[in-house]
Antibody, heavy 123, light 107 residues
């Protein structure tokens, strides 16, 4: 069974840093593009970043560009999101999501989702 | 960047009603459009890809249509378990933008 499990969330002060992890199992992680999606409390879904299967293609939403870094370790079946210079408006549940089998170069719909992890940025 | 506009933002309908949600892209995206269902307190679930391809296990009362800039998600006979927020998403290229969501409730 395909599974994505996020970890590393919590409370951080504005300007601080946090690193999220996503552990994948039940599918061939090394062949899958992976994404981070977030949802602020009571708000809609916001795509954050994508990394292709080999890491050759990486894209970010304008709202996080220059502050967040997506990376992956295919040997460990893990996806990461390094979040720096955090702002109050980054408070959200962060989901890890797999792009479907036809995804190339950072495209693709999301067929598997994790349950999400809460990041709270507050003083 | 391409913007995705959903309407309505919320709706209330009776069990058995036909419900239609629309999604408009600010530029053509061919059929690179997905629909997701997010039940309260849950993670999103993929319903439809390629504008009209129903995912395995999704009830046949759900259907998708459209191409280019105008798309629709239709529930032919609304059921209590369909209470959720529905999102469209363009996925042809980054940014992989979502629509604002449509909250569906039972009257």
């Amino acid at each position: 069974e395909e599974q994505l499990v996020e970890s590393g969330g919590g409370l951080v002060k504005p300007g601080g840093s946090l690193r999220l992890s996503c552990a994948a199992s039940g599918f061939t992680f090394s062949r899958s593009s992976m994404n981070w999606v977030r949802q602020a409390p009571g708000k809609g879904l916001e795509w954050v970043s994508v990394i292709s299967s080999t890491g050759s293609y990486i894209y970010y939403a304008d709202s996080v560009k220059g502050r967040f870094i997506i990376s992956r370790d295919n040997a460990q079946n893990s996806l990461y999101l390094q979040m720096n210079s955090l702002r109050v408006e980054d408070t959200a549940v962060y989901y890890c999501a797999r792009a479907g089998p036809a995804a190339i170069r950072g495209s693709g719909y999301f067929d598997y989702w994790g349950h999400g992890i809460l990041v709270t940025v507050s003083s | 960047d391409i913007q995705m506009t959903q309407s309505p933002s919320s709706l209330s309908a009776s069990v058995g009603d036909r419900v239609t949600i629309t999604c408009r892209a600010s530029q053509g995206i061919s059929n690179s459009l997905a629909w997701y269902q997010q039940a309260p307190g849950k993670h999103p679930k993929l319903l439809i890809s390629a504008a009209s391809t129903l995912q395995s296990g999704v009830p046949s009362r759900f259907s998708g249509s459209g191409s280019g800039t105008d798309f629709a998600l239709t529930i032919t006979s609304l059921q209590p378990e369909d209470v959720a927020t529905y999102y469209c998403q363009k996925y042809n290229s980054a940014p992989l933008t979502f629509g604002g969501g449509t909250k569906v409730e039972i009257k």
